[in-house]
């Protein structure tokens, strides 16, 4: 490893102890010259830069080690946004990092007016870069179904824009695009075979679009991965007041605590945070002085609500999240698309078109990739209690009596109650109270639930050793799941704080029609009027040629096919191939 790479893993290590430690983190990140790690930048190839409410906005984001050119390892978690002209957010979305790529999409509703906008990429370590450093592309939405359309309407003073193949630089260099023919009748096949053409330097990750050229309306530009990187500030600002910290591990959420009480002290406070469901997640973190925590979550959860609580006192505290910080937008400087009344036949088209598609969507649906990670955090080393292995009795009381073998429950007064957990010898310490979860929740009200009804529980899980969760320790564990996994919907406590997330966006598979003997009696009384043919957001071509097949439509004209990504080597590639439809 040389000197360059080692330094980089000594920041990489300071940047995971300052987080999870949490004492102080903020001021020791200024520590840092974090000048010392990369910048980052981001590319997004998207579907098109002129979508009609109805449609999606389909997107592929590449994360780029700004110093070495290459997909960056560093963050875990980009950034996608839509913003109007207004300056104002249509949709922020989280994306999942694997190996520097993800992918996403958005529906268009029908509340979204016609005008001008930005889509924008970034991730949370880039904010700590020059103004404007993110990805910015144009984008513009004809919205046939509200009234006003002056945002697009034509007018005097129209300027003059770049038409969407100036921006792009067909580069085949490396990688080759081959239709096995130019033109193509209604649902017919289409082969399509992507070539390396010098040796293994092709081979790389990519993005594919084919989506029909509509000639009636005048694109904004769009750019290529290599006008990117020639475009791209990569430097870095001088002397930032506040580092905003990478998030290295998956999503950074962070928040702080306030005492309801000003004499009351908020260092070294724990933090837990639940993140319920089948798959919860569960973290605690530790306040800084200023009340400030921060929690990795690096596991794919369903739930987009999170229980936040401070273990022990809790009601004398009131906790916030923060919202992830986004770009100043301030500068934005917007396209002027502009609507013709010459347009008005094919915006009546396409419009029938989409919603002929959109009324047959559940026929041909995308399927989501769901996450199937069912492990805890203490891992497979528990005692499981299956309850319909045994004789059920009615509260959770009367079932640790009678099955739960080494927990039971205390009475500490008339009211008060906590539960217990026998360690193996050289580990009991029952000063420690165990760690008790319902569905993800974390009880320390211990009392709430000693007559929850058994009857509705599933299984109970039980650790004996003495358990460090984070900093704080345990003795044992009791993990209860019930049976239908919802606790948390009716769970209500003091001090316990349900606080909303801008949970990642899940990865989606898409739905590619197919057309053949097998499947005839089925799809030829289903019309057909796709203007997007295919989109695969996340393609790793590593290999001397690959074919891709897909069909066309019943909607004829010009389609463009668009490659565009990165090789292994760190060189953008860009492609465009057209066929027709007749």
């Not at 098109?48 to 070495?68: D, H, M, Q, R, V």
């Not at 096949?189 to 992507?194: A, D, R």
């Not at 209860?480 to 989606?508: C, H, M, N, Q, W």
């Not at 909607?555 to 090789?567: K, P, W």
């Amino acid at each position: 490893m040389n000197r360059h790479s080692m330094k980089l893993v000594v920041i990489f290590l300071l940047f995971y102890s300052l987080v999870n430690s949490q004492s102080n983190t903020e001021d020791k990140l200024q520590s840092i010259d974090y000048k010392d790690i990369p910048q980052e930048k981001v590319y997004i190839h998207y579907n098109s830069s002129l979508l009609f409410t109805g449609e999606y906005l389909y997107y592929s984001l590449y994360c780029i080690n700004a110093k070495l050119n290459l997909l960056s390892d560093l963050s875990k978690i980009a950034y996608v946004e839509l913003v109007g002209e207004d300056k104002k957010s249509i949709f922020q979305h989280k994306i999942n990092l694997n190996k520097g790529v993800g992918q996403g999409d958005f529906f268009l509703p029908v509340t979204i007016p016609s005008g001008n906008y930005k889509l924008v990429g970034y991730t949370q370590w880039m904010n700590n870069g020059v103004k404007n450093n993110f990805f910015q592309g144009d984008i513009s939405v004809i919205n046939p179904y509200q009234g006003n359309q002056k945002n697009i309407l034509e007018t005097s003073d129209k300027k003059e824009i770049n038409s969407d193949s100036d921006l792009i630089q067909n580069d085949n260099t490396n990688v080759k695009l081959i239709l096995n023919k130019k033109k193509f009748t209604k649902r017919s096949k289409v082969q399509l075979t992507i070539k390396d053409i010098r040796s293994n330097l092709g081979y790389g990750n990519y993005s594919i679009s084919v989506k029909k050229k509509d000639t009636s309306f005048q694109e904004a530009s769009r750019y290529s991965a290599k006008t990117f990187f020639s475009l791209y500030e990569s430097q870095q600002s001088g002397s930032p007041k506040k580092i905003v910290p990478p998030e290295l591990r998956g999503e950074l959420i962070s928040g702080k605590i306030t005492p309801v009480d000003s004499g009351t002290l908020v260092s070294n406070k724990k933090v837990a945070i639940s993140i319920p469901g089948e798959n919860y997640e569960l973290k605690i973190a530790e306040a800084d002085g200023d009340g400030v925590f921060y929690f990795n979550v690096d596991k794919a959860h369903i739930e987009q609500d999170a229980l936040v609580q401070v273990l022990g006192d809790k009601e004398k505290f009131r906790i916030t999240l923060d919202d992830p910080k986004s770009p100043d937008y301030s500068d934005l400087v917007f396209n002027k698309f502009s609507l013709s009344s010459e347009s008005k036949s094919s915006v009546l088209e396409r419009s029938v078109y989409n919603q002929i598609r959109n009324g047959y969507f559940s026929v041909k649906p995308d399927t989501l990739a769901l996450n199937d990670d069912k492990s805890r955090f203490y891992g497979d080393i528990a005692q499981v209690f299956n309850l319909d292995d045994y004789t059920r009795f009615p509260t959770i009381r009367e079932t640790l009596v009678e099955i739960v073998n080494n927990a039971w429950i205390k009475k500490i007064d008339e009211e008060q109650y906590v539960f217990q957990v026998r360690g193996y010898e050289s580990s009991s310490n029952y000063a420690f109270l165990p760690l008790v979860i319902i569905d993800g929740v974390i009880i320390q009200d211990h009392s709430a639930i000693v007559d929850y009804n058994a009857n509705k529980i599933k299984s109970i899980k039980l650790i004996r050793d003495l358990y460090f969760l984070n900093s704080q320790m345990f003795q044992g564990v009791i993990d209860i799941e019930t049976i239908d996994g919802d606790y948390y919907k009716s769970f209500r406590s003091e001090g316990v704080y349900s606080l909303a997330l801008s949970k990642p966006l899940p990865i989606k598979k898409y739905y590619h029609e197919q057309y053949d003997e097998a499947t005839k009696s089925t799809t030829d009384h289903i019309p057909d009027y796709r203007h997007q043919l295919l989109w695969i957001p996340n393609l790793k071509f590593d290999a001397k040629e690959m074919i891709i097949d897909f069909f066309t439509s019943d909607n004829v004209g010009q389609y463009e096919i668009s490659l565009e990504g990165f090789t292994d080597k760190g060189k953008p590639v860009s492609i465009r191939e057209i066929l027709i439809v007749e």
